[in-house]
């Protein structure tokens, strides 16, 4: 029997195009020391750190967690370094808080990052290959033809993807650390806003940011008192699949759907749309919200553009989902997947500020990566589990 | 074609080069080492404990506390206290001729550093040497605004350690470094030797003779073009040689309106997904000979080669797809082809 782990302290830094005021280091120690101030704790207290972060080629800093260790006060402890591509945010919280829930460890200090201003993220993800033929233009032009797939299969309107890129910028407003926060951001000015990859909009992708977002994760009894009481690690999971295979079915992800239903199963949830009252998912370009709805069991397949285009992931709708504004509004890639479980944490200690959903006692943390080929999934309460 | 280095029984092999100019940005700590080497100074940082880091670090090696801001001028000369010699000097290192890599002990530091050593010949090189920094005339903020150490001589040696150097409390910044350096260029480049691997190899050839080639599954019977050697679904090798049809079908696709700069199609482009006759998973392709407007899922196309006598072992050989006067494949029949 696993033990218990909470979510004891969390650091975000400001997240924006361009750090020049901080090193990577320096970076990653303004979310690491927030989120051990946030949970009444200092260097010393802390017994082992897991960092993660995407691919070396977007800083060209081959294995920075080398050269982080003394930033991360790693001395003379364990570090570890994880890495799933998109998803590694995720996978970096899950890996730590295992080594709490084996009782491995007391308190782990666990902190992703990405400093996207160092290079640029079109060029170190379509490296051309020899011999081959370059004609996948960076993530949006991975993923676009997938959003055409979607949209014609579910015959959803034209605009959903627009209605979700408004709801995410706008709740981004009441989030301090986000990004992209413009107060004039409209319906028109995304509609308006040129074709990148189409049918996916600049308005309708995720920015390129400077930041990091850091947990400190403890067992039961290293809780301790502090401003906010921590959050309940209810259920944990991960899964992956090939990038390309006969049959793969790309739009609604089999490895998704596994994982999904496993953290539900692990957590004890029946009605996942009933049952956790907000969500923060992986949504980089703004249609995977209705995709990420069905794949996540929340609504029927080919009925999740519903949700988004009746209002219910809304900060005041039935089933809220990315309330900080999401990836779409900040994308420190490595970085991303972390955010969206801390914002869940955040979410179940009352911690999210104007963005906070009013009673939210269960909360979902989802990331992804790859083409679309790993997930992590975490469930956090206010209560233990 | 040019680009394909060797071909070993039948595996061929190209040159691979990735290459960027990376921006890195140095924080506090660095950008006022970077500053002082613009200006002609190299400055250490004292810790709580009073040790003397060189070159700076933000934060404490032994403790992990922040270093703060108590920067000591160091050197300029120093003492090598371990080192390598370089026989053939490579294109980016700082010399051109023999020269050793040598940890530097400057005068004031508790740290030794990295740099060159320019020592003209190994018999000159030896622990405990005193050497003193080359500066560059131009200087930009970078670690090799010193071009290199080079041995003290023997006068200088004895004149003792540096003179007016200032060694305790805060230093003022040199004057001509009002504006700090935030950041410095780091530009990277790596030369590898791509190995086309033996599946993609066979395919390659065929390729260049107008062919293409997938292979079958023994386990599922999918039919995977490019092929990889392997089944990625049931883990099992794939032999199987199955000659397909360069014609295909248009599963999805996307209209490319941003530069990328590894794609050389020219801008907008339909990148598509297409699913050859008798494939199972589609090639991801480009799309012209058609309005982009008149694009769609379903839509039939044919590979348009390079002409017969350009042919190669890449798949730079087939240049695009072109619509072909055929009915489309109805939406329903793609669904598990995405
Ligand atoms: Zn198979």
């Known amino acids: ?385 | 074609m040019s680009e394909i280095v060797s071909e070993e029984g039948g595996i061929l092999t190209a040159p691979h080069v990735l290459e960027y100019p990376y921006r890195r940005s140095v924080g506090p700590v660095l950008g006022r080492f970077f500053t002082e080497l613009r200006a002609g100074r190299i400055v250490g940082l004292r810790t709580q404990q009073g040790r003397v880091l060189a070159p700076p670090q933000e934060y404490d090696p032994e403790t992990g506390a922040a270093t703060g801001s108590d920067f000591v001028e160091i050197g300029p000369g120093g003492v090598v206290t371990t080192w390598s010699w370089v026989v053939r000097p490579r294109a980016k290192q700082p010399l051109d001729r023999p020269f050793a890599w040598a940890l530097v002990k400057l005068d004031g530091a508790d740290t030794a550093m990295l740099h060159a050593v320019d020592a003209g010949d190994l018999s000159r090189m030896r622990t405990g040497m005193r050497v003193r920094p080359r500066w560059r005339a131009e200087r930009v903020g970078h670690i090799h605004d010193i071009e290199c150490f080079e041995p003290e001589p023997q006068a200088t040696a004895d004149n003792g350690l540096g003179g007016e150097r200032q060694r305790a409390g805060e230093l003022a910044m040199a004057e001509e470094a009002q504006k700090p350096v935030t950041n410095i260029k780091t530009p990277m480049r790596l030369e590898y030797r791509y190995s086309a691997g033996i599946a993609t190899s066979r395919f390659l050839h065929g390729i260049a003779q107008g062919k293409i080639l997938g292979q079958r599954c023994p386990s599922c019977s999918k039919v995977y073009v490019p092929p990889r050697g392997s089944c990625p679904r049931c883990a099992v090798a794939t032999e199987e040689e199955v000659e397909l049809s360069d014609k295909g079908t248009i599963t999805t696709y996307a209209i490319v309106r941003v530069p990328s700069e590894s794609i050389d199609v020219p801008l907008p482009f339909a990148s598509v997904h297409v699913l050859l006759d008798g494939a199972d998973l589609p090639m991801f392709s480009v799309v012209q000979e058609c309005p982009l407007d008149q694009i769609r899922m379903g839509m039939r196309v044919q590979a348009v080669w390079v002409p017969r006598e350009q042919l190669g072992p890449t798949l730079q050989s087939i240049r695009y797809f072109k619509p072909i006067d055929e009915p489309d494949v109805p939406a329903e029949k793609l669904q598990e082809t995405v």
């Not at chain 1, 006969?246 to 089999?254: H, I, R, S």
Request: charge should be neutral; proline fraction near 6%.
């Open chain 1, 1 to 385: 029997m696993a033990r218990l782990c909470a979510v004891a302290g969390i650091g975000q830094t400001q997240y924006s195009a361009r750090r020049d005021d901080v090193s990577i280091a320096g970076l990653l120690r303004e979310a690491a020391t927030r989120a051990l101030e946030d949970a009444g704790m200092d260097w010393p207290d802390i017994e082992a750190v897991v960092v993660g972060k995407a691919p070396d080629m977007f800083e060209g800093v081959m294995m920075p967690e080398l050269y982080l260790a003394d930033a991360l006060g790693c001395s003379g402890k364990p570090m570890l370094r994880v890495h799933t591509a998109g998803s590694v945010g995720g996978s970096t919280a899950i890996v730590a808080a295992s080594l709490v829930q084996a009782g491995i460890h007391e308190r782990v200090l666990t902190v992703s990052f990405e400093k996207q201003s160092e290079s640029n993220a079109m060029w170190a993800l379509t490296v051309k290959t020899p011999l081959q033929a370059s004609v996948v233009a960076g993530a949006g032009g991975y993923f676009a033809p997938l959003v055409r797939a979607y949209m014609n299969r579910s015959g959803a309107p034209d605009d959903t993807g627009i209605r979700v890129a408004l709801k995410d910028r706008r709740n981004a407003l009441k989030n301090p650390y986000a990004h992209l926060r413009d107060p004039n951001m409209s319906f028109d000015t995304i509609a308006s806003s040129p074709m990148l990859w189409d049918p996916i909009r600049l308005h309708e992708a995720c920015p390129s940011s400077d930041g990091a977002c850091a947990l400190v994760l403890t067992s039961e009894r290293s809780v301790r008192k502090t401003k906010y009481a921590p959050a309940w690690i209810h259920a944990t999971s991960m899964r992956s699949e090939p990038t390309q295979f006969a049959g793969q079915e790309k739009v609604n992800p089999q490895s998704g759907r596994d994982c999904a239903k496993d953290v539900y199963k692990k957590a004890g949830i029946s009605d996942p749309r009933k049952q956790i009252d907000m969500a923060e998912i992986y949504v980089p370009f703004s249609w995977f919200e209705p995709m990420w709805m069905e794949n996540l069991g929340f609504a029927p397949v080919g009925e999740g553009w519903k949700m988004t285009y009746e209002g219910a992931t809304a900060l005041d709708g039935d089933m809220p989902v990315n309330c900080s504004g999401g990836v779409l509004s900040s994308n420190p890639i490595g970085a991303s997947g972390m955010i969206r479980f801390a914002e869940a944490a955040m979410q179940v200690r009352g911690q999210a500020g104007e963005h906070q959903v009013d009673g939210a006692r269960i909360a979902l943390g989802h990331a992804y990566g790859g083409g679309s080929q790993f997930f992590s999934m975490w469930i956090v309460g206010s209560a233990k589990p």
